[in-house]
């Protein structure tokens, strides 16, 4: 008997941007768990897919953020940026 047992990641970690240090290594370390368990557990049949789906339009930065205060002056330069180069309002 052959089983198969599915695990999802998420999309857009292929390569590191900047700022999302900690986004990365989540992610790229749930294909490492999907990828080694599917290793593991080859011998007794059961094959493991990775299920990636692509992006979806969601509201999720507005939920986040809906209470946050504006960025302190020394953050500006490296965070403020990127707010602004994603378009996303602060405060």
């Keep these: 008997m052959t089983m198969m047992t599915?695990?999802?990641t998420a999309t857009r970690s292929e390569r590191a941007l900047i700022y999302?240090?900690?986004y990365h290594p989540a992610k790229w370390a749930v294909g490492g768990l999907i990828e080694s368990l599917a290793r593991a557990v080859a011998p007794?049949?059961?094959k493991v897919?990775?299920?990636?789906p692509g992006g979806m339009l969601t509201n999720w930065w507005a939920?986040?953020?809906k209470d946050?205060?504006?960025?302190?002056p020394?953050?500006?330069p490296s965070v403020g940026a990127v707010v602004k180069a994603l378009g996303f309002s602060q405060g």
């Design 63 to 65: 939920r986040a953020n």
């Design 20 to 22: 999302f240090g900690g």
């Design 49 to 52: 897919c990775a299920l990636e």
């Design 68 to 72: 946050t205060p504006d960025l302190l």
């Design 74 to 76: 020394d953050y500006e």
């Design 44 to 46: 007794f049949g059961v």
């Design 6 to 8: 599915k695990a999802t």
